[in-house]
Each structure stands twice: as C-alpha cells, then as structure tokens.
C-alpha cells in the first residue's frame, strides 16, 4: 500500500524566513497531493493542493511542488509569520481510491 | 465557510462500552470519512461512505466498528466494546466530489479508561 514519508519532524524558522516541508510517496498510482494546517484542538484544515498532472501550484504565500518521476512533493511558506506555527501534514490519494494516505507531520515554529 | 461539524469533542468511556462519535458533514456532500490519529501518530484512515455504503475500510475497521447514515444531515461512528487501544482522537470528514476536496471536522477525542 502507498506509504508517505514526510520531513522534518520539527522545523524552526525566523519570521519572515521561507519554511520548506518535503514528502515523499511510494504508489506511482497516487495523483492527488493535499496539504493540511493543523492547530491545537482542531482538525485538519486544507491550504493547498496539488494534482499529478501539474508540476507547481501557487496560492499567495504558499507553493506546493511535485515530482512526478521521484515522488516527491514540497510544501513552500514565504515571508512566514507566528501564525503559521502548527503542524502540517502531507497526504498522498491514489487514482480511483478515497483513502487519503497521511505523512506524519512537520511542527512549525516560527519565533518573531 | 461551510463546515463538517462534531460532537462531542471530549468523550471518556469505560473499556467495553458502546460509544456513538456523531458527525454532521458539509450539506452538499456525498462522501463521507472517518479518520483516527492516535497521539503523536500519524492520521490513518478508518472508513468511506458513499449512497448508503460502505465504499472502503482499513484493517483497523474490524467488526466492532461500524458506520451509519441515520439521516439525510448525521453520520455516525460506533464502537460496540471500546478498548483501551481505542483512545485517540477521531475525525469526520466529507467531500463533494470523489478524489478531491476533503473537510475535517475538529474532531472528538475519545479517552477510553
């Protein structure tokens, strides 16, 4: 079954400094790539999404990248703010199927 | 913005009790989740539904699980004999369309003692 690695674990940044997140995937079948926002007490929040057949999407502040051929995608946070602190996760679903397969998150800190 | 809603958000239960985690999902919606994240595990996939049935299940739904639509609004979660090993904290989500565009409720954490 498909299976997401996901890293850093933890990741601290300066305010105003860019956050880099990268997953990886292992089901060649899998083509769609949702990043969650996760603040305490509450669930996963989508902010950004990505199908196999782009290679870049952009939503303001925040990027998502996909390689295809290596399997691997990354979530990129500019000019980063305190309230971009939480944990993100990536998540990985493969064509025809409706189970989303998690990475096991990345807490981000970013101090000002 | 619309929301997939749960209740309750904190729910403690003696180990071998019947528990009930409710779910109202986004009103134009048609497939429905459960997802679990046992503390400081990953999130894992529990369940989907679609037109009344069960679409796809993880080896964690075994027989002591179940779903159900009761309603046209609610979509529950039933535990028959809670186990320790049950405790974690429990989403419901939907999407629209298949594939695509899922929204987590905040989830209900269940604390079994």
């Known amino acids: 079954g498909e299976n997401v690695e996901q890293h850093p674990s933890t990741l601290s940044v300066q305010e105003g400094d860019s956050a880099v997140i990268k997953c990886t995937y292992s089901?060649?079948?899998?083509?769609?790539f949702p990043w969650y926002k996760q603040e305490l007490g509450k669930g996963p929040q989508l902010i950004i999404d990505i199908r196999s057949n782009v290679g870049e999407k952009k939503d303001q502040r925040i990027a998502v990248t996909l390689n295809k051929t290596a399997k691997h995608f990354s979530l990129h946070i500019t000019e980063t703010q305190p309230e971009d602190s939480a944990v993100y996760f990536c998540a990985a679903l493969r064509e025809y199927g409706n189970k989303l397969v998690f990475g096991a998150g990345t807490i981000l800190r970013v101090k000002s | 913005e619309p929301e997939v809603t749960q209740t309750p958000s904190h729910q403690v239960t003696q180990m071998g009790q019947e528990v009930i985690l409710r779910c109202v999902p986004i009103?134009?919606?048609?497939?429905f989740y459960w997802y679990r994240q046992i503390l400081g595990q990953k999130v894992e996939f529990l369940v989907s539904?679609?037109?009344?049935?069960?679409?796809?299940k993880s080896e964690i739904f075994d027989d002591q699980f179940s779903v159900e639509r009761p309603d046209g609004s609610n979509f529950t979660l039933k535990i028959r004999s809670t186990k320790l090993e049950d405790s974690a904290m429990y989403f419901c989500?939907?999407?629209?369309?298949?594939?695509?565009?899922?929204?987590f409720g905040s989830g209900t954490r269940l604390t079994v003692v």
């Open positions: 089901d060649s079948a899998s083509n769609y």
């Open positions: 539904f679609y037109n009344n049935e069960i679409s796809e």
């Open positions: 989500a939907s999407s629209e369309t298949f594939n695509y565009g899922y929204t």
């Open positions: 009103s134009n919606h048609l497939y």
